[in-house]
């Protein structure tokens, strides 16, 4: 399969209203919004915690790759991750 494509120059951060935390009630990471709360898994999770804001998707990628080996589908996961939390308003890219 291939990898979507994506800058990874680019550097995700969270919009304005979304609140990435992690919540002890769900015993979870979660992102609150205005409108509600969305718990993330354990993959989400991981991914979630890398946005800072100053974190380029390429050095979101080297972070997680460092964690857990160079495992051919972190790239994958992680930019399809990028793109979904894009197209649902969770993140801009800049």
Do not use: C
Not at 78 to 93: F, G, P, S
């Amino acid at each position: 399969m291939s990898i979507p494509e994506l800058d990874q120059t680019l550097v995700p951060t969270w919009r304005h209203g979304y609140r990435f935390q992690f919540e002890p009630a769900q015993d979870a990471y979660v992102l609150l919004y205005p409108e509600g709360m969305i718990t993330l898994n354990d993959s989400a999770s991981i991914i979630g915690q890398q946005i800072d804001g100053h974190a380029s998707i390429a050095n979101i990628i080297k972070k997680i790759k460092a964690m857990f080996g160079d495992v051919p589908e972190i790239e994958q996961d992680i930019i399809e991750y990028m793109l979904v939390a894009q197209r649902e308003h969770w993140i801009d890219l800049v």
